[in-house]
């Protein structure tokens, strides 16, 4: 049996994705918690031979660093496709592969082009709170000399300096967010239990990690069976099953709950009823 070792961080789109795959497949793993944005971990020299990109997730096999979600997905489908449950259908065909590429982060495309892409922009007011934690100096520093992707260095200097989302960026991805919500609702109406269907696939490891986090950035309302019903059904399932507290619940770093509340107290996000105009505008 190959030795395995994830690193990620708790509350990343994409570690969750992973963490999910592994849950589902039944693959042990020793954890390396890497902090991002209040620590700069990822942009450290020894995690940077690692993954290039200095993105999280990579998985270590045997030694060998494998980054990318959705690679470490097909990686651990190959190499174990009678354990678990099988994330690739074996029909393999071009909707699935359309769904995955929506439902992914590609770290290739703009923010909130696809599901996948705004679950990273309606992330950074978190994520600004987080950078805020470091001075102005070592951000600039850090990010310029270090990050892997190019696009994303001027992205998190801007957010620092701002210490939020850059004017307009979050009013634009609640648009977004609300085109692919009302998407990913019609898609169910198939009535079928998970995304793809009748069998649990990669792509709701994508979904339901960016499902958690739309729950967990505080859009309320989205979950609870009136306007969204598919969506409610879906969420209800995917968040009893084992994988989801596994992977995704105690692997929480802690970080992310104090910035929350400090930025919408009990209540909910200050863009909830934004939202709510924009998917009212699409129903
Ligand atoms: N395509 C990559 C995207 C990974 C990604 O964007 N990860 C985010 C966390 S969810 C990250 O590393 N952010 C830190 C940064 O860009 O500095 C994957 O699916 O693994």
Redesign the pocket.
């Known amino acids: 049996m190959a030795q395995i070792e994830l690193y990620g ?1 708790g509350e ?4 969750n ?1 992973t963490r999910l795959a592994l849950s589902e497949k039944k693959i042990s793993y020793k954890y390396n918690l890497v902090y ?1 944005e209040s620590k700069g971990q ?1 942009l450290r020299k020894e995690y940077r031979k690692l993954n290039p990109k ?4 990579t998985l270590v096999i045997d030694g060998k660093p494998l ?4 690679e470490i997905m097909k990686y651990i489908d190959q190499q174990y496709p009678n354990q678990g449950e099988l994330l690739f259908p074996s029909d393999n065909n071009k909707e699935f592969h359309d769904l995955v590429d929506y439902l ?4 290739k495309k703009e923010l909130g082009e696809t599901f996948g892409t705004t679950g ?1 922009g309606i992330s950074i007011p978190v994520l600004a709170r987080l950078l805020c934690k470091r001075s102005f100096f070592s951000v600039v520093w850090d990010y310029l000399k270090n ?1 892997g ?1 190019s696009k ?1 260095k001027p992205i ?1 200097i801007m957010v620092r300096l701002l210490g939020g989302p850059p004017p307009g960026v979050y009013k634009k991805m609640m648009a977004y967010l609300a085109k692919h919500l009302i998407y990913t609702e019609n898609y169910l109406n198939h009535g079928k239990e998970f995304i793809y269907g009748d069998t649990y696939s990669a792509a709701d490891c994508c979904l339901t990690a960016l499902l958690h986090r739309v729950n967990e950035m505080r859009f309320n309302g989205v979950f609870d069976g009136e306007k969204l019903p598919n969506l409610s059904k879906y969420w209800n399932n995917i968040s009893s099953r084992p994988s989801y507290m596994e992977a995704i619940i105690s692997y929480e770093t802690g970080e992310w709950k104090p910035e929350l509340e400090a930025l919408y107290g009990d209540g909910p996000n200050d863009h909830n009823d934004l939202l709510w105009t924009e998917i009212n505008k699409l129903l």
């Open positions: 961080y990343s789109v994409a570690s994705i991002l990822h200095t993105l999280i997730p980054p990318d979600s959705l992914f982060l590609d770290d990273g990050h992707v994303r998190f």
